[in-house]
C-alpha cells in the first residue's frame, strides 16, 4: 500500500503492517513521519528497536537473523534498516522478499530511504514491501504549496500568519522545512496565540539573528571567523539541527559560485544578486567574498557538505560538528585543512 504522510496516522489507527518504508529527501517531513511510527509502536509494547546502517558490506543474512532471535529484554522489536541511497542487489532483494514472504509476527521493519528512482519501483523487493506493507512517499513542497504549509504549520502551534508574513517566511526559508520549522517554533515562544504581520515576523527575525543559522552565515561571509565559531557553538548547545546548517552553509557556498561564474561570464552584479535573492548590505558583503575565496576553495566545501550529507544519514563515518566547523570556517577566510 502507497499513502502520503499526512495519511499515516489515519492508517496505523487501522493497525500495524509488518514493514515501513518511508522514502524521500525532504528531512523534516520524514524525520516526523518517522517519529509517528516510532511512537505508536512504543506504545503498542514494541520496546526495543535495533538500528542497521546498510550499506554496500551490508549482510542482509543478519536480517533474518535478528527478525528471529529471542530477546531477554523485549517481546516486539522494531528493526529500522537505513538505507539511505544504497540501493539493494538481487541477493538482498532475495533476503528481504523471503522475509515478506513469513514476516515475524513480534517484529516489524521501518526502513528509510532517500527517494527512489523509477527502476527502484518497478524491483521484486519494492512491490514485495508494496504488497505487505507500507510505503510513505515523501514529495518536496514546491514554492508554489509551500505558503499554505506555512499557514497549516503556524496554525498547528496556534498562530495566525497574515499574507505578508507568509511571503516574508516563504523568503527566508527558500523551501527549508526544517529551517521553516525551527522559525515557527521560534515565533510560537514569542507571540503565542497571536496573528502575526511581517512586520513582527521582522522583529524578531532582528532580535535572535544573532545566534542563528542567518548570523552564522552572516559572520562567515563577513571573514568574522571568531564569531562564527561562536554562534556554531551555541546553535549546536541550543539543540540546532545539523541539516538546517548545513542547507544554510552549502547555499552560500553555491551562492558564491554563483556570482563568481556570472562576473567572470560578464553578468552584471545586480542581476545576480537579483538570481541569487541577495538584498540591501549583503550586496556589498557576498562580492567581497566572492572576490576573497577561490572557487578551488569552495569546490572542495561544496564536497565536505556532501560528505556531512552522508554522515547525517549513517552513510559515512566522521565528526559532524568538527566538518561544520571547518566549512564555516572557510566561509569566513580561514579553512581548516581535515583529513578526506
Known sequence: MKIKPEQLSGQLKKGLAPIYLITGDEPLISEESSDLLRATLQKQGFSEREVMHVDASFNWEYL??????????????????RLGSQKLNKAASQILQQYLANPAPDNVVLMLADKLDSGVKKSAWFKSVEQHGVVVEIWPIDSAQLPQWLRNRASSLGLTLDKDATQLLSDRVEGNLLAAKQELDKLSLLYPGQTLNADAVI??????SRYDIYGLTDAAVQGQAARTQKILQVLRQEGTEPPVLLWALSREIRSLLTIQQGLS??????????RERIWGKR???????????????LMAQLERCFHIDQMIKGARPGDLWLELSSISLALAGQPLHLPG
Open 283 to 297: 550586496k556589498q558583503q557576498m562580492r567581497q567574498a566572492a572576490n576573497r575565496s577561490p572557487a578551488t576553495l
Open 64 to 81: 533474518l537473523e535478528c527478525a528471529n532471535a529471542l530477546s531477554l529484554f523485549a517481546e516486539k522489536k522494531v528493526i529500522e534498516l
Open 265 to 274: 561570464n560578464g553578468v552584471p552584479y545586480d542581476t545576480l544578486c537579483q
Open 203 to 208: 522583529e524578531a527575525v532582528s532580535d535572535s
